[in-house]
């Protein structure tokens, strides 16, 4: 009776211990969005608002260019276009919920391309940004990827 009592009691434990392991990679791995794949018009990318309705950030891919570009809308409405492209060895950067990440040798940047952990030591492009018509324009003119 004993046995019995102390394996019910284990399992109940290991499975709330997985329930909760698992809750919490769900939570930290969680991608902003789905991908916006959009092609450069008179030297901007242009994309919908609303977009940004639901999530804080949308994450752009520009036709023939290696890197995504990530848009975070900011708390006083404006918005910040940074190319996820790390500043280290040009790697290409992954969205981690409350900035990105470098998966090549682990350098962090926060959600305004700030570096928060190296190797990378300068913050990552920005591009400038206007509304138009409930369409963010993303300038990248002159920008080679
Ligand atoms: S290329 Fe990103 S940390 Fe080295």
Known sequence: ?????????????????????????????????????????????????????????QIVRPAGW????????NTDNSYTALLLQCTHQENQLTPTGNGYHCSLHGSDFDKQGNVRKGPAELPLHHFDTSVSN??????????KP
Not at 16 to 29: F, K, M, R
Not at 66 to 73: E, H, N, S, T
């Open 134 to 143: 409930n369409i963010l324009n993303i300038h990248i003119k002159d920008f």
């Open 1 to 57: 009776m004993q046995r019995r009592k102390f394996l019910s009691s284990s399992c109940k434990i290991c499975l709330l211990g997985a329930a909760g392991y698992s809750l919490l990679n769900i939570e930290s791995c969680a991608p902003a969005s789905s991908v916006f794949k959009t092609t450069i018009t008179n030297g901007d990318l242009n994309v919908p608002l609303n977009l940004l309705d639901k999530n804080a950030l």
């Open 66 to 73: 290696y890197y995504d570009v990530a848009i975070q809308k």
